[in-house]
């Protein structure tokens, strides 16, 4: 396993100039696709688990990566970043995952899916501890 001297996303991305935390979501958007082209899920997708070096975002920490084509894990991949750069990085969130969202579907095999299960996992989540009247 290689080592990559770098910067933990999670501790820089808020830093960045805007023109370079967008090239860095861009990457991320493209390198999720790259990997859920391959049928690839990290399973634990968050800024914590990127390094960022020269001008590359590297994921780490596969732990919980598994092998599968479902869209519902790919969406469910996306919506785990989605809530992560909004927990953590909520003053550029908006900026971040729409940048991340618009490179991802650029380079993403079956896209219209996976985006229809993204809207479902969200709605699940968003309602599921709400009592009924």
Known sequence: ?????????????DVLKDSERKHVCIEIGKNLALLHNSSIIHGDLTTSNMILKD????FIDFGLGFINDKAEHKAVDLHLLKQALESKHYRHFESCFKDVIDSYC????????????????EKRGRYKNKKSK
Do not use: W
């Open 1 to 13: 396993m290689e080592f990559i001297d770098g910067l933990k996303l999670s501790d820089c991305l």
């Open 55 to 58: 001008d590359k975002v590297y």
């Open 106 to 121: 650029k380079n993403i095999n079956d896209k219209t899916s996976i985006l229809e299960r993204l809207d479902k996992v």
